[in-house]
Nanobody, 126 residues
Framework: VQLQAFGGGLVQAGGSLRLSCVSS????????MGWFRQTPGKEREFVAA????????VYADSTKGRFTISRDNAKNTAYLQMNSLEPEDTANYYC????????????????????WGQGTELTVSS
């Protein structure tokens, strides 16, 4: 299984960008998908997660109201729409998947996730 995140780039503060995560594996719809981010010297942190059907989502407090996670199971792809970007959003963004049960207190836990692909870098200039 490969998870490839792409769509990062350089954006001005207040701008928008959409990241995509394509899975090469089978049964994409069987997994919860999550987005995480990491900056140098810091631990990877949870950003957002979406349930298997796409009907439920959960966000980190820092991204709630600005970011939207979605998925297209027919395309084996998950998305992260990022609006009102701030310099603090600058990071490498990664997608991952988990077969864990959907529980909002658990899908935020990075240890539930497997198959980390290469991230995509986002830089937000002030």
């Amino acid at each position: 299984v490969q998870l490839q995140a792409f769509g990062g780039g350089l954006v001005q503060a207040g701008g928008s960008l959409r990241l995509s995560c394509v899975s090469s594996g089978r049964a994409f719809s069987s997994y919860i998908m999550g987005w995480f981010r990491q900056t140098p010297g810091k631990e990877r942190e949870f950003v957002a997660a979406i349930s298997r059907s796409g009907g439920s989502t959960v966000y980190a407090d820092s991204t709630k109201g600005r970011f939207t996670i979605s998925r297209d199971n027919a395309k084996n792809t998950a998305y992260l729409q990022m609006n009102s970007l701030e310099p603090e959003d600058t990071a490498n963004y990664y997608c991952s998947r988990t077969a864990w049960r959907w529980a909002t207190t658990e899908v935020v836990d990075i240890h539930r996730y497997t198959y980390w692909g290469q991230g995509t870098e986002l830089t937000v200039s002030s």
